[in-house]
């Protein structure tokens, strides 16, 4: 079984930064979707930046040029370098694994780590 484990959150002044990092553990095939989606209160939880093993991207449009996502396949994990954080940035942000193969879509969340940008 798939378990994703979240680390780095925290508190962080407006125009700080924060580094993100998620771990894959179990038995973890090879062809997948790894990311990290965020859901403050009273909204839905949205796609923050996405990454496949094959190297195509998706960030969502209000972290384009200040988050950066990056993995390393061979270890499993993933992260999500956050710059210049703005007080809307605070949310729970949660690790997201999914497989890409024809015959498996599964999905998997981690119990995610909060993250409050604030003076």
């Known amino acids: 079984q798939v378990q994703l484990v979240e680390s780095g959150g925290g508190l962080v002044q407006p125009g700080g930064s924060l580094r993100l990092s998620c771990v894959a553990s179990g038995n973890i095939f090879s062809l997948n979707s790894m990311g990290w989606y965020r859901q403050a209160p009273g909204k839905q939880r949205e796609l923050v930046a996405t990454?496949?093993?094959?190297?195509?991207?998706n960030y969502a449009d209000s972290v384009k040029g200040r988050f950066t996502i990056s993995r390393d396949n061979a270890k499993n994990t993933v992260y999500l370098q956050m710059n210049s954080l703005k007080p809307e940035d605070t949310a729970v942000y949660y690790c997201?694994?999914?497989?890409?193969?024809?015959?498996?879509?599964?999905?998997?969340w981690g119990r995610g780590t909060q993250v409050t940008v604030s003076s």
């Open positions: 997201n694994l999914k497989y890409l193969f024809p015959w498996n879509n599964d999905e998997y």
């Open positions: 990454l496949t093993t094959g190297g195509t991207t």
